[in-house]
C-alpha cells in the first residue's frame, strides 16, 4: 500500500508576509472537510517579493479581498499580476482611540488595550456588516482560490475568518483555535508603534480570546447566534450555505 498522501501545510512560508494561511482541513457540516487550497487568510500583501508572487500563482490565488483602510490600503499598495482586487474598506479604529486616551495624560495600560480590542471587535458586528456581507458575495460568486487580509491580518480578518468557518459548520472551539494561531505566526514589522509601552504593543499586536469572544457574544445577544447573524444580517440564508458547502467542503 502506498503512504496516504499527507495533508497542506496550513502555514506558507512567504518572505513578505508572515501571517499567510490557509482555512482548509477543518471539519464542517456533515464531517466534511473544507477543501485545502481554496481560501486564505493573511497580513498585508504589499511586501512579497518575486518568489512569493510565483508561489500565489502556483496556489491558483485569483481574487485578493482587502479590508485595509483608505490610507492603509494607500500607504501600501499594492498590484498582483492575475489577481482581481478587492477593497472592502474597515478603518482601524484602535491607534486613533489609544491616541484619545493618551491626550487626557494618562498612560495606556494593557487593560486598557484589551478593552480598546474588544471594542474595535463588537464594531465589526454592525458598523462593518456590509463588508462581511460583500465578502460572502465573492465567495458564492466563484469558488476560484481567494485571499482576504488586513494590515496583521488579525482582527479584521481573524473575524471574516471566524465567519466563513462558522458558516461551513466548524464548531466554535476549533474556529477560536484557528484565530489564535495568528500568535505563533504573526511577526510584527520593526519599528511599529514605538511610541507606546512593550506591554501595550504586546496586546495590540496580538490576539486574545477575549477579543474575538467580545464579538461573538455581541452577535449571540444581538441576533441569538451566528446563524441568524449570517441570515439576517450579511444575507447568508439557508440557500447560500448550502451553496457555500457545495463550493469550498469536501464532497461526502
Not at 500568535?183 to 507606546?196: D, E, I, T
Not at 477579543?211 to 444575507?235: E, S
Request: charged share 20%.
Amino acid at each position: 500500500m502506498s503512504a496516504p498522501t499527507p495533508a497542506p501545510t496550513r502555514s506558507l512560508p512567504l518572505s513578505g508576509a508572515t501571517n499567510f494561511r490557509d482555512l482548509g482541513g477543518y471539519v464542517g457540516h456533515g464531517g466534511r472537510q473544507v477543501k485545502w487550497r481554496r481560501i486564505f487568510r493573511s497580513d498585508h500583501l504589499a511586501g512579497l517579493t518575486a518568489q512569493d508572487q510565483a508561489l500565489l500563482a502556483e496556489l491558483g490565488v485569483v481574487r485578493a479581498v482587502d479590508f485595509r483602510g483608505k490610507a492603509e490600503s494607500a500607504a501600501h499598495a499594492y498590484a498582483l499580476p492575475g489577481v482581481a482586487y478587492h477593497p472592502l474598506h474597515i478603518e482601524p479604529t484602535v491607534v486613533q482611540r489609544a491616541l484619545e486616551l493618551q491626550r487626557t495624560g494618562r498612560q495606556l495600560t494593557a487593560q486598557d488595550a484589551v478593552g480598546l480590542m474588544q471594542d474595535t471587535y463588537r464594531g465589526f458586528v454592525h458598523d462593518n456588516a456590509p463588508r462581511f456581507a460583500e465578502l460572502f458575495r465573492l465567495l458564492l460568486a466563484s469558488d476560484a482560490p481567494m485571499v482576504f487580509h488586513c494590515t496583521a491580518g488579525k482582527d479584521r480578518t481573524g473575524f471574516a475568518a471566524a465567519l466563513i468557518l462558522m458558516a461551513l459548520g466548524v464548531p466554535r472551539d476549533v474556529v477560536m483555535d484557528d484565530y489564535l494561531l495568528t500568535n505563533s505566526l504573526y511577526r510584527r514589522p520593526a519599528g511599529m508603534g514605538s511610541h507606546a509601552p512593550e506591554e501595550v504593543l504586546a496586546v495590540l499586536w496580538r490576539v486574545q480570546q477575549e477579543f474575538l469572544d467580545a464579538a461573538l457574544h455581541m452577535v449571540d445577544n444581538d441576533f441569538g447566534d451566528v446563524q441568524a447573524y449570517l441570515v439576517d444580517v450579511l444575507g447568508v440564508d439557508a440557500a447560500a450555505q448550502k451553496e457555500l458547502a457545495g463550493r469550498y467542503l469536501q464532497a461526502e
